[in-house]
């Protein structure tokens, strides 16, 4: 991804992006910041036809590389949850928002980054919580998915390594492409 430091604050470069999106009248990830966020192209497409990008995405390089700098939130179903997560990860189902637990001392304004299966359910916790003045919101683009299928660590309910993903479903779960994945359904 493109410095967003470049532009002056991660927030101005999201505002860049999302004005482009709104002038253009279309998004692609890959014209915009210039490199591959999803390993498979196929994949891609699914996620450009399903997502509205009305939450602000960030790429699981870029967590991956600075995941310290973000609260992790889980807005899968908790039986999704219970097979595996991402290190660190909350859980909250994305529904409720006063089911929503913040650690001690994040507020409103740090950031934060939700993730589900492929983004979906995620993108639309993000809007909930942007209604309610969360300004930092951003939503992992390709999800557990694309976590797992770059080999990135996962964990159990117990913060036990794991290599289960709940795949939702066999239709979403042809998009978990990782050899070493296990899917659960």
């Not at 909250?92 to 492929?118: H, M, T, Y």
């Not at 639309?124 to 998915?145: R, T």
């Not at 117990?158 to 239709?171: E, G, I, L, M, S």
């Amino acid at each position: 991804m493109q410095n967003p430091q470049k532009y002056g604050t991660t927030k101005r470069f999201y505002s860049i992006v999302v004005a482009s999106v709104l002038f253009v009248g279309s998004f692609n990830p890959i014209e915009v910041f210039g490199q591959d966020y999803i390993l498979n192209s196929q994949f891609e497409k699914v996620l450009e036809r399903t997502l509205s990008f009305t939450v602000p995405i960030i790429s699981v390089e870029e967590v991956k590389a600075q995941k310290s700098e973000y609260l992790l939130i889980d807005t899968r179903s908790q039986e999704e949850f219970l097979v595996s997560t991402i290190p660190g990860a909350i859980y909250w189902g994305g529904e409720r928002l006063e089911d929503l637990e913040l650690p001690e001392g994040w507020s409103a304004d740090k950031p934060i980054v939700l993730f589900c299966s492929i983004g979906y359910r995620s993108e639309k916790a993000g809007e909930k919580l942007m209604e309610f003045g969360y300004q930092n919101v951003y939503n992992l683009y390709g999800s557990v998915f694309e976590w797992a299928n770059r080999g990135y660590p996962l964990v159990d309910p117990f913060d036990q390594p794991t290599q289960k993903v709940h795949v939702y479903n066999a239709r979403w779960g042809r998009w978990v492409t990782a050899d070493n994945i296990r899917k659960v359904r």
